[in-house]
């Protein structure tokens, strides 16, 4: 037997890892990526004795496939958490730096005390917009069926300020430009399963276990960064053959079997596909043999970004840098929306008397002219006065999933067509989550479905 794995990323990477483990007989697998390395959108690399990461730099610790997998993979010894002392993210208010309150998006895994301490006291939010988010409790649920966005699921339970002030800048630093249209089944699942399950957020948080303990980050971390990961996935295939600088440009149907074509001669028969590329690129290769599948999988739209990363001496930033980083809300008027002190955020990463610094726009930036208004505003920003020693720029164009209202009766519609096509799977951040470990949870479920078909 013979699969086919399209992409070699996180989630061909682990396709590949998965189909290998879960065979009773070796496959014959075929991982073909159209880059010249493995791995995706997460990439380290060095710059003397610096560390960075070009995309993603954290697995979140409460999604468990991406540390399973490390653990798997022999690297537990490798897996550290982030750094405790500073284990706070700062708001952009007015052009100066405010402390954001804990657990906004996962009230219900934090301390009820604090949380609520941390909101009442918070100089983020009008006294208004407290009172408003305390009458939460007497919010009725959601009395009529359907998906809602995000601004409209957070302002009806919360206020619209909550809203404007804290969560639209928070999730403008993950998804890009108006996160208030994503969907909230998709992006906001534990709230809106406490609303329907506890009548309410502040219901669901009084019936929560989350009574006492120190807070802990969220955030893990590899010791080599997280192309530690992507290096031993594919160092550990040992029946897989690996196809680089390889792009896949037709996929045909052959009998019970399929038949791919791509660059640099590619020509083979196959008993299985994985799709595991951005779902624009699968839409593009089934167009051909089913338009209503590809429309649909064409249909899920990809936001572009761009991480700059910058290095400086210690001394001239005067800043204290005694946090995770900050977020940018949109009144700022500011093209970056986020920003990481990374070497405060890991140890590790930066040698003595170095930091690193990592701004996130959530737009393609290639002009000079608005690079250099980026790097000016972080120089105000944080009393920087010389430098950067080292400026990196990393356009990552439609790397973003974007799950609209809707996302989830588009992915019923998906596997009701996917359906007629056996031997053919999807997996990806474009259908059932956008972070590493979600990336893993879908690879792991096609291999299986793969298995089942084969076997």
């Known amino acids: 037997m013979t699969v086919a794995v399209v992409g070699a990323g996180i989630t061909g990477l682990s396709a590949a890892y998965f189909l290998e483990r879960l065979s009773p007989t070796p496959e014959r697998i075929l991982l073909i990526e159209k880059a010249k390395t493995v791995g995706g959108l997460i990439e380290t690399f060095r710059w003397e004795n610096f560390l960075l990461e070009k995309g993603p730099e954290a697995l979140i610790s409460y999604k468990k496939s991406g540390i399973q997998l490390c653990k798997d993979l022999g690297l537990e010894p490798s897996l550290f958490e982030s750094n405790p002392e500073n284990n706070r993210t700062f708001m952009v208010k007015n052009g100066k730096l405010f402390p954001l309150p804990y657990g906004i998006l996962s009230p219900l895994r934090q301390p009820k005390l604090r949380l609520a301490a941390t909101f009442a006291f918070t100089p983020l939010l009008s006294l208004k917009a407290k009172i408003r988010m305390a009458l939460e409790l007497l919010v009725p649920p959601k009395d009529t069926p359907g998906d809602e ?3 409209h699921f957070v302002s009806r339970r919360m206020g619209k300020d909550f809203f404007e002030t ?3 800048p928070l999730l403008s630093g993950v998804y890009g430009k108006n996160p208030g249209d994503l969907s909230a089944g998709m992006v906001l699942k534990e709230l809106v399963s406490a609303e ?6 502040t219901k669901a948080l009084l019936h929560s276990k989350a009574l006492t303990g120190p807070r802990k980050s969220i955030f893990v971390s590899l010791k080599e960064g997280l192309g530690q990961l992507t290096r031993r996935l594919a160092e550990s295939l040992t029946s897989t053959k690996i196809f680089l600088n390889c792009e896949v440009t037709a996929i045909q149907k052959n009998g019970q079997g399929w038949h791919l074509m791509g660059s640099d001669g590619l020509n083979e028969n196959v008993d299985a596909i994985v799709m595991a590329c951005p779902a624009f690129a699968a839409s593009r290769l089934i167009q051909p043999f089913d338009e209503v599948l590809a429309g649909h999988l064409g249909g899920i739209e990809y936001s572009s970004a761009t991480i700059f990363t910058y290095a400086f001496n210690r001394e001239d930033v005067g800043h204290a840098l005694n ?5 940018i809300p949109p009144e700022e008027n500011i093209p970056i929306h986020a920003c990481t002190w990374t070497s405060s955020k890991w140890d590790h990463r930066a040698p003595p008397g170095k930091v690193i610094i990592r701004a996130y726009a959530p737009m393609l930036v290639t002009d000079e002219a608005t690079q250099q208004i980026i790097l000016n505003y972080l120089r105000s920003l944080l009393s920087i006065k010389n430098g950067p020693l080292f400026e990196e720029v990393y356009p990552l164009p439609y790397s973003m999933p974007f799950y609209r209202v809707g996302h989830s009766e588009r992915l019923l519609k998906i596997k009701k067509n996917l359906s007629n096509h056996p031997g053919l799977f999807l997996a990806g951040a474009a259908y059932e989550g956008v972070g590493i470990s979600d ?7 096609a291999s299986e479905e793969t298995q089942k078909y084969l076997h």
Do not use: K, N, P, T
Not at 196 to 201: F, H, L
């Open 196 to 201: 329907e399950r506890y009548g309410g957020i």
């Open 323 to 327: 946090g995770y980083g900050f977020l």
């Open 149 to 151: 966005s995000i601004r």
């Open 166 to 168: 804290l969560v639209e």
């Open 439 to 445: 990336c893993i949870d879908s690879a792991r479920r």
